[in-house]
């Protein structure tokens, strides 16, 4: 264990983890994408939104590779099989802006695999 490691942040340990582990696939970092693009990205999902009844339907999911995060928006489907928090994914998808006024990116509708959550293979 580095000096470096010793004194960076959990984040920042975290945020390293999930480099090395993305880069064993061949994807883009998140922090590369760009609006009105095909995207092929690798994360693990940092959070799950659920839509409240009487809203819009749509699950959201925020994916991070280590030096980045992109949000993936599944409209009309209240719950996706496998997409919950901790889970690694692979995604492909049409990359845009998640909201105007914000700098978010979004996938909307991503074709994904799940992945395993422990090391890849």
Request: hydrophobic share 40%; charged share 20%; glycine share 8%.
């Amino acid at each position: 264990m580095g000096r470096t490691r010793l004194l960076a942040s959990n984040e920042e340990i975290h945020a390293s983890d999930q480099r090395a582990w993305v880069a064993s696939y061949d994807v883009e970092a998140i922090a590369d994408v760009v609006p009105r693009t095909r995207a092929h990205a690798a994360g693990v999902l940092r959070s799950v939104t659920y839509a409240p009844h009487g809203s819009t339907t749509a699950l959201r999911a925020e994916l991070f590779d280590g030096t980045g995060s992109l949000d993936l928006v599944w409209t009309g489907r209240r719950d996706v099989p496998g997409i919950v928090p901790g889970r690694r994914l692979l995604v492909t998808g049409m990359v845009a802006r998640s909201e105007p006024w914000r700098a978010r990116l979004a996938i909307h509708n991503p074709t994904y695999d799940l992945l395993p959550t422990g090391d890849p293979a």
